[in-house]
C-alpha cells in the first residue's frame, strides 16, 4: 500500500473528512486536521470567490499555531474539493487561488484532471480524485493522480452503485498510489476493514455532519441522527447524476421518495446545484447508509477520537483471536 510522505506521521487515524457541499466549512477543516484526520472542503462553498483565499488562509494559520503550541499532537493537512465539470465557471479561478496558495491537497471530482494534476505537481501537491468504477479510475490513473477514492454502494452525496470488495480490489490490481475507500465509514472498525482489503485510508462525510462545527442546520444534524440505512434514497433527480439523500428530507420538500422522477447528465449545474424547486443540498440533504451507526451530535474532535479507540480497539481485537 502507498501512503503518501505529505501524510506520513501525521494522521492518528488513515483517515479523510469528505468535502461536502454547504457542509464543510474552515471550523470543520480546522477541528477534524487539529484532531488528526485530513479535513477538507468544497472551494464552491467559498461564496463569493473571492473568500476562497480567505479561507485558505484562516485555515492555514489556525494549523500553524496549533501545531506550535501542541508539538508532539499529529495535525494533518487540509484539502479543497474541485468539480471539474463545465458548469463550473469558477474553476480556473479558484484553481489559480489553491495554486497560488500552495493547498496541500486537491481533491477532484467528474472530468479527469489532467490540467489540475499538472498545476497542483508544480508546487509538490497530491491530487486525489474520486471515482464511481474502474473505466474511471483508469483515465485518472492515466493523467498522473497520486490518489484514487473509490466512492462505493452506501456513500453519501455522489455515491456509486459498486461494492467496495470490487472497486477496491481492481483499482488496487492497476494502481500502486494512495486508494482511499469511501462508503458507510462512521468507525474505527470501518476504517481497519478498508485497510484490510487493501485501501490505504478511508473517508467518511456523513458521521461529520452530525458535529458541532458542521455547517449545517440544526434539523439536518438531528435527522442524520434519528435516521437508519432504510432512510436513504439514491436518486438522479436533483443534479443529473445519482447521489445519496435523507428520505425525510425530500418528503419536507414536497416529494414523494419512492416515485422521483430520473434526472438526466444534461441537467447537471454544478452553479445551481439542482434542477428542481427543492435544491440539493441545501434542502434535499445528502447522507450515506451509514447513518444508523451515528447516535449523537459530537464536536469533531470527539468524533476522531472515538475512531481512533475503535480502530484500536478493533485492531487488539483480531491480534488476540
Given at each position: 500500500m502507498a501512503l503518501p510522505d505529505l501524510l506520513q506521521g501525521r494522521l492518528r487515524v488513515p483517515l479523510i473528512g469528505?468535502?461536502?457541499?454547504?457542509?464543510?466549512?474552515?471550523?470543520?477543516?480546522?477541528?477534524?486536521?487539529?484532531?488528526?484526520i485530513v479535513g477538507s472542503f468544497p472551494a464552491l462553498n467559498a461564496r463569493p470567490q473571492s473568500a476562497l483565499v480567505d479561507w485558505i488562509k484562516q485555515i492555514k494559520e489556525a494549523l500553524g499555531a496549533y501545531s506550535e503550541l501542541n508539538p508532539n499532537e499529529p495535525v494533518a493537512p487540509f484539502a479543497v474539493n474541485q468539480i471539474v465539470h463545465a458548469s463550473n465557471t469558477r474553476l480556473r479561478e479558484d484553481m489559480e487561488t489553491c495554486v497560488e496558495h500552495q493547498v496541500p491537497i486537491i481533491i477532484t471530482s467528474l472530468r479527469?484532471?489532467?490540467?489540475?494534476?499538472?498545476?497542483?505537481?508544480?508546487?509538490?501537491?497530491?491530487?486525489?480524485?474520486?471515482?464511481?468504477?474502474?473505466?474511471?479510475?483508469?483515465?485518472?490513473?492515466?493523467?498522473?493522480?497520486?490518489?484514487?477514492?473509490?466512492?462505493?454502494?452506501?456513500?453519501?452525496?455522489?455515491?456509486?452503485?459498486?461494492?467496495?470488495f470490487a472497486l477496491v480490489k481492481e483499482i488496487r490490481n492497476e494502481f500502486d498510489g494512495a486508494v482511499i475507500l469511501s462508503g458507510s465509514i462512521t468507525s474505527g472498525q470501518d476504517v481497519l476493514a478498508a485497510r484490510a482489503m487493501g485501501a490505504d485510508l478511508a473517508y467518511s462525510g456523513t458521521r461529520f455532519i452530525a458535529t458541532a462545527e458542521a455547517n449545517a442546520v440544526p434539523d439536518y444534524k438531528e435527522m442524520i441522527v434519528a435516521s437508519g440505512a432504510s432512510d436513504i434514497v439514491y436518486s438522479s433527480l436533483f443534479t443529473g447524476i445519482h447521489g445519496s439523500y435523507l428520505k425525510a428530507?425530500?418528503?419536507?420538500?414536497?416529494?414523494?421518495?419512492?416515485?422521483?422522477?430520473?434526472?438526466?447528465?444534461?441537467?447537471?449545474?454544478?452553479?445551481?446545484?439542482?434542477?428542481?424547486?427543492?435544491?440539493?443540498?441545501?434542502?434535499?440533504?445528502?447522507?450515506?447508509?451509514?447513518?444508523?451507526?451515528?447516535?449523537?451530535?459530537?464536536p469533531a474532535r470527539d468524533v476522531v477520537l472515538k475512531f481512533e479507540r475503535e480502530y484500536g480497539a478493533a485492531l487488539d481485537r483480531l491480534a488476540a483471536e
Open positions: 469528505a468535502p461536502m457541499f454547504i457542509v464543510s466549512g474552515p471550523e470543520l477543516v480546522i477541528a477534524q486536521c487539529q484532531a488528526g479527469p484532471p489532467e490540467d489540475v494534476v499538472r498545476a497542483v505537481h508544480s508546487y509538490g501537491g497530491l491530487v486525489f480524485h474520486d471515482v464511481i468504477n474502474l473505466r474511471h479510475a483508469r483515465k485518472a490513473i492515466a493523467q498522473g493522480v497520486d490518489g484514487i477514492i473509490a466512492v462505493c454502494a452506501g456513500a453519501g452525496g455522489h455515491a456509486g452503485p459498486l461494492s467496495p428530507s425530500i418528503a419536507n420538500a414536497g416529494m414523494d421518495p419512492d416515485n422521483l422522477p430520473e434526472g438526466t447528465k444534461a441537467d447537471m449545474d454544478f452553479a445551481s446545484a439542482s434542477k428542481s424547486d427543492a435544491k440539493a443540498w441545501k434542502d434535499i440533504w445528502g447522507a450515506g447508509q451509514g447513518v444508523g451507526d451515528i447516535d449523537a451530535i459530537l
